[in-house]
């Protein structure tokens, strides 16, 4: 089966670059923003060599595994772009509801993961680039189909384990519609009050105790929201509303863990 675009996606003019093995689908996008490629174009592999992820995390995909990014360029700031991982964690939901896993628990973990049954299934990346006066987004999407790493801080799952019988090509197709449908409404962030909305209905963890590390500094407290801008709200032991900008989540009896 060889990867092809959904029929939104095709008829709103996105395109789609696939590739039999690549090192990493956000380096080949953010090369092509550099040489002038304007998008929306998707970048898609069958297997992904030197993938990378958050907090310069590898994130190697085995051929069946889906590795794919969106380049977007646009007129936006770079804190402005940052919430379009949002609108990519309702996509990859959405998608994979479309296709037929509508019985697995999915939610949206802060900031950019998405967990099926309690386990990370996916993961996003988003990176930006000055190209002129313009931005160039890139928001690549990683979902475990056929196999999980092991052995990760959280624990991690895949379709396969999961027994949803779905396969990278169709996802991505259901992906690529998805996608075109919630960034018209992210709508250059204008949009983001819906997306924010949308998102907290799926939000993992959402009220319950949760830990924070970044950078050697820990933040506990409870999960209370998003921001609009898209900080997580941690609501501290002593009554403050902190707002988090980035770092790694623990929830629940992992909240002590991860803070320890
Ligand atoms: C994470 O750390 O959770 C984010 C992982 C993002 C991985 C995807 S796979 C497609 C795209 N290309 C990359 O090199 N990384 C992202």
Known sequence: MSFSLGPRAASAGYRLEAFERIGSTNAEA???????????L????????????????PWIAPRGNLAASILEVMQVPPAVAATLGFAAGLALVAALRSAGSDETAFALKWPN??????????????E??????????????????????????????????????????????ALSDA??????IWDDGCGFAEIRRSWLELAAGLGGPVSI?????????????IDEIGCMIVRTSDGRRVPISAGDVYFGAAASAGAA
């Open 213 to 225: 590390v970044s950078g050697g500094s820990t933040v506990t407290g409870s999960f209370d929201t």
């Open 42 to 57: 998707w970048f898609v592999t069958s297997e992904q060599a030197a993938g990378r992820g958050r907090r310069n995390r």
């Open 179 to 184: 996608w075109a449908g919630y960034r018209r």
């Open 113 to 126: 993961d998405v967990m099926a049954n309690g386990e990370k299934l996916a993961g996003i990346l988003l």
């Open 30 to 40: 953010l090369v092509r923003a550099r040489s002038g490629e304007a998008g929306p």
């Open 128 to 173: 930006a680039e000055a190209v002129g006066d313009r931005l160039a987004v890139v928001v690549g999407i990683g979902t475990n189909v056929v196999a999980a790493p092991e052995g990760t801080p959280v624990p991690a799952t895949s379709l396969n384990a999961l027994r949803i019988h779905l396969s990278a090509e169709p996802l991505f197709a």
